[in-house]
């Protein structure tokens, strides 16, 4: 709790429109769900979240409740559209899809190509349907950056053993004439999933800011933009499991 509340400061110092969280909010059991909603109280801006395969594989029920119990909101598969500083804004939420959750149809339908639009997405990978319906970010988790970063392990192990392209960082492009039609920002997070270790300079806790409206080269970026890293996709047996 020491570190979600640091974190919680961090942001609520940068008095931000919009608190966004892409799943992931507990790991084995429901023992913390209460400290998950003070966690979410805490925060001074509304809170949009999307589950993920942990919160499912725990009860997703149990951890949507805590979560809207603290005031923050759960998009299951839907969107919705915030009025931030006088100017609209689409958020889509997508479901999981590493547990078969996720329905990107169900999600856009009915989403306005004249107002801006982002999307959360437990996994990164879905950014590539979300782009051709018109949401040109993505903002997502689910990797917590590899955790163990050292000497690139764990771009083979995320890519080639589980089958993630996208693993840290903003990948694709925000130019309208880039070679992608849109990019997607994998968050580092600021948990762990089994073992509660961080090591690397890629794996270390990270609160991330988004200024929106701003143009590519105006802000001081920590993570350019980069390739997608090679890819074994998972095959149907062990996306069966993982669903199961």
Sequence with gaps: ????????????????????????????????????????????????????????????????WAIQRG??????????????????????????????HANVTEAVAGLRRDIPSIALSH??????????????????????AGQVTLAKLHEFVLGQVVGHRY????????????????????????GAAVVPVRLGPRGRREVTIFEMGATPGQLVEHHPEQLPVRQRAPSVTLFARRRA
């Design 123 to 144: 996994i990164a990978e879905e950014a590539d349907m979300l782009w051709a319906m018109g949401v040109p970010l993505v903002l997502s988790g689910h990797t917590h």
């Design 71 to 100: 005031g923050g909101e759960v998009l299951d598969n839907a969107h919705t559209c915030l009025t931030l500083r006088g100017q609209p804004l689409q958020v889509v939420g997508l479901d999981d899809a590493y547990t078969g």
């Design 167 to 190: 693993i840290h960082g903003l990948y694709g492009s925000r130019q309208p004439d880039g070679p992608f039609r849109g990019a997607v920002y994998v968050g580092a997070g600021i």
């Design 1 to 64: 709790m020491r570190v979600h509340r640091a974190a919680v400061r961090l942001v609520n110092a940068e008095r931000p429109d919009l608190v966004v969280i892409t799943g992931d909010f507990v790991c084995h059991s429901h023992r913390w769900l209460d400290q998950l909603t003070e966690v979410i109280a805490s925060f001074d801006a509304p809170v949009l979240t999307v589950l993920g395969n942990h919160d499912h594989w725990s009860g997703a029920d149990e951890v949507r």
